[in-house]
């Protein structure tokens, strides 16, 4: 099931599935290696603002980013 | 060898890699550095001597790639694009290999002579990531050097390797592949390029152009349009792209994902994982940090801490500073029977207290500093930002706002400067025009004097609120500005959130040395001037010189020219602020820098043996309600001219008139709220 990034419960590990939004926010989010497909690691979140995700699948050490909630609204993704 | 001069390098790399740290020990420079990403706005030119040749040496804010979203990444991706430097040195984030390829990438197809520095070797040893830079550099086919910007390793040989390549140029790369259809159509699109505008692929490579284009770039869009025959190529591009969408339906998608495939390949070969991912110092903090309850609460207690630290630990200090200049300094001039009388006061009376008093708090300031530098290197911004984001974002803004904030509380000129990070237009103008309200250093001192001289022993506390209000009052304003001049919705919060350092104390220390040199570099100029100046109006007046003691009296004093005109305030416009004309005159000339606010009150009040406090709770100068008020109108109204300016060069004059007259306005409403609340209560 496809849900937000802003309502993943914070531990769960997820399948980026869809990215909605402009082409500024897209292009930012895939430069930073957020995209279709990526597995991310929920570490924190505030109900209603920013959730800080780790990119799990890649080698080496496993950089953090914020993402507003706006953000996470956009981003679709499902239980991985 | 010496045609190696004139030669330009530039350092680039995504936003925290190293790349001023880097700058720093090639150059010897002093570029800032800090552990948040967006610390370097603008890019800096230093110098490296090498063997007597001399190359220039220039720092760039940090990219992810070569589409710029803010006016930092502009100005770092217009001189990789376009000044076509003669090397450009790729800082690598060894901890993070794959966002730093995805850079590296695009400046190799961009065809640029280009060295890797591949940078925090020493943090992925620590967390078991060893990387064969030799594999790198076969597979990238340009040299790669191991480096720890922070103790120099590394650097020597990076040195030699620019002295080495610098200059070269670089052929045709096809780094990345990406697969038959669309490497068709590229050289489709290079060939119309060929055909109807030769000039643009004269400047750059026709491979990237026709990679940007069919990745419908719109910079590079606009680039092929302002040639001529260039609207002829956009035509032909969309024909080719909606061809290929028939086999692709998301072209960009397919692109990156060819670029993160390629990367793929590359870092499964360079990277061996020698340790499993074990819990990390970063994990720990962060399940503190930033937990959704606990976060806040020791977000308080970190910056209460910090705040009690600097308190506590100066206080002796400053009071022996104040004791050595104010009272054994002033009376030793004093004391000096050779010098005539006019020079004597204006050495004691104006330098000394003047001057003196404000340099009395230097310690105070260091300590500040030294729990500034703390939280930038720590990597504890980005948290703020995360835990504030929701609040913020109620005021319109983005919790990235906060960083140009706390910036701030050192100076605001740099918080100004600071906002070029934040990508919406409409909030970096608003956060630009409410970093003044951040309560910078300078500011200090004032809140420390009169809180010594009215509240003494919640004198703290009084301070502490001044941080609160300034907090506070900048959220408003920030809301007043996005409802009522800067409209539009909220663009996206995204940032990069790194690892927790434990800062170095060379760099912590440099920092801190850094910015309490400008501090005492100010009292030495702009300060020493301004309190002469005083002085000289206040010894004479309009019927001429009134003598050397005429500071210490009153009657005489107020004949003067700083009489005259601090009464045209005080009587005034001022009138029902309750303030003194001292006072007046010392707000006028508090408009250039808020340190001269404590100095023309030294010099007018004059300061006995036991400081400034002292002298004000003696003369009954202020009653708690109009000191509060006068804390709170030195907190809003025009923090300096300097700041001023900065909002006037990145912005426009418009902005910076804007900003004088809301900060003129607010304060003088809120000193005057203040008092009206005082008569309310009945506590004047
Ligand atoms: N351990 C370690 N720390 C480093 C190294 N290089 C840089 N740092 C630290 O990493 C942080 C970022 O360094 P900067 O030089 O400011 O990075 P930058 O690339 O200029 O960052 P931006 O200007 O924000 O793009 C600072 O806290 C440095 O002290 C390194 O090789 N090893
Ligand atoms: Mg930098």
């Known amino acids: 099931m496809m849900i937000p990034l802003a309502l993943v419960r914070p531990g769960s590990t997820v399948r980026v599935i869809e990215i909605r939004g402009g082409r500024g926010v897209y292009s930012k989010l895939r430069s930073l290696g957020i995209i279709e497909g990526k597995i991310l690691k929920v570490i924190s979140s505030i109900n209603g603002g920013p959730v800080i995700v780790e990119i799990a699948d890649s080698i080496g050490s496993s950089p953090r980013i914020v993402l507003g909630f706006g953000m996470c609204m956009k981003i679709f993704v499902e239980e991985a | 060898m010496s045609k190696k001069e004139g030669y330009i390098v530039a350092l680039a790399g995504v936003p925290n890699s190293g790349k001023s740290s880097i700058f720093n020990k090639l150059t010897g420079g002093r570029a800032w550095v800090g552990n948040w990403p967006g610390v370097t706005i603008e890019k800096k030119i230093g110098t490296m001597r090498i063997n007597s040749i001399e190359i220039e040496v220039v720092d760039l804010p940090g990219i992810y790639g070569l589409t710029a979203y803010s006016l930092d990444e502009i100005i770092a991706r217009n001189f990789i694009v376009e000044e076509n430097p003669d090397l450009v040195i790729v800082v690598v984030n060894a901890t993070n290999l794959e966002r ?10 961009l065809e640029a002579n280009t060295i890797v520095a591949l940078n925090m070797v020493d943090l992925a040893e620590e967390q078991g990531i060893v990387i064969d830079h030799e594999k790198l550099s076969e597979l990238l086919g340009i040299p790669v050097i191991p480096t720890v910007a922070v103790t120099g390793s590394g650097l020597k040989k990076l040195r030699e390797l620019i002295l080495e390549y610098v200059g070269r140029s670089k052929g045709r790369t096809n780094i990345v592949d990406y697969g038959y259809d669309l490497e068709r159509a590229i050289r489709d699109v290079e060939k119309i390029l060929q055909e109807n ?4 692929i004269r400047k750059y490579p026709s491979r990237w152009i026709s990679i940007k284009l069919l990745e419908w770039d719109e910079d590079v869009i606009r680039k092929v349009k302002s040639y ?19 086999k692709i339906d998301d072209l960009e998608l397919f692109m990156t994902e060819r670029r993160y495939q390629t990367i793929l390949n590359i870092v499964k070969e360079v990277i061996k994982q020698t340790k499993a991912k074990g819990v990390t110092w970063t994990d720990l903090l962060d399940s503190i940090l930033t937990h959704r309850f606990l976060g806040i609460f020791s977000a308080i207690a970190v910056l209460y801490m910090l705040f009690r630290f600097a308190f506590e630990i100066s206080t002796p200090f400053v009071d022996l500073f104040s004791i050595l200049i104010n009272g054994y300094l002033h009376n030793r001039i004093l004391g000096l029977k050779f010098l005539p009388s006019w020079l004597a006061s204006l050495l004691a009376d104006g330098v000394t207290n003047g001057v003196g008093t404000v340099v009395s708090f230097l310690p105070l300031i260091m300590m500040f500093f030294l729990g500034l530098a703390f939280l930038e290197d720590v990597g504890y911004m980005t948290r703020i930002a995360y835990l504030v984001d929701k609040l913020f974002s109620k005021f319109g803004l983005s919790g990235k706002t906060v960083i140009p904030l706390v910036i701030g509380f050192g100076c605001n000129v740099p918080a100004v400067m600071a906002t070029r990070t934040i990508e919406d237009e409409n909030e970096r103008k608003t956060a630009a ?13 004032v809140y420390m004097v009169i809180a010594y001289a009215v509240f003494r022993q919640v004198a703290g506390a009084v301070v502490l609120s001044m941080y609160i209000w300034s907090v506070a009052l900048a959220l408003l304003v920030a809301l007043a500005l996005r409802k009522l001049v800067f409209k539009g919705p909220s663009a996206g919060f995204v940032m990069e959130m790194p690892p927790y350092i434990m800062p170095r104390s060379d760099i912590i220390g440099m920092k801190m040395w850094e910015r309490s040199k400008r501090f005492l570099y100010k009292a030495g100029s702009v300060i020493l001037i301004g309190v002469i100046f005083i002085w000289l109006l206040s010894v004479t007046g309009p019927s001429g010189f009134l003598g050397a003691n005429a500071l210490s009296s009153p009657r005489l004093l107020e004949h003067s020219w700083t009489g005259l005109l601090g009464k045209a305030f005080s009587e005034t416009i001022f009138r029902p602020l ?62 300096c001219i300097a700041t001023i300016a900065t909002i006037r060069s990145e912005m426009g004059s418009k902005y910076a008139v804007m900003a004088v007259a809301y900060e003129l306005i607010l304060a003088y409403t809120l000193a005057l709220a203040v008092i009206s609340f005082g008569h309310l209560l009945g506590v004047m």
Request: charged content about 15%.
């Open chain 2, 100 to 109: 730093s390829l995805y850079l590296a990438l695009s400046i190799l197809e």
């Open chain 2, 197 to 200: 505008v030769p000039e643009i």
């Open chain 2, 228 to 246: 001529a025959g260039g609207n002829e190529v956009i035509r032909k591009v969309e024909k080719i792209r909606a061809e290929l969408q028939n």
């Open chain 2, 578 to 639: 309750n303030w003194d004309w001292r006072i007046s005159v010392a707000l006028i000339f508090g408009f250039i820098a808020k340190e001269i606010v404590v100095g023309t009150m030294a010099i007018l009040y004059g300061i006995g043996e036991s400081g400034l406090p002292a002298a004000l709770a003696k003369l009954h100068a202020f009653t708690p309600v109009t000191g509060y008020a006068f804390m709170i109108f030195v907190l809003i109204y025009v923090p």
């Open chain 2, 433 to 445: 025009l409410i970093a003044p309200l951040a309560t910078c250093s300078a500011r200090l001192p």
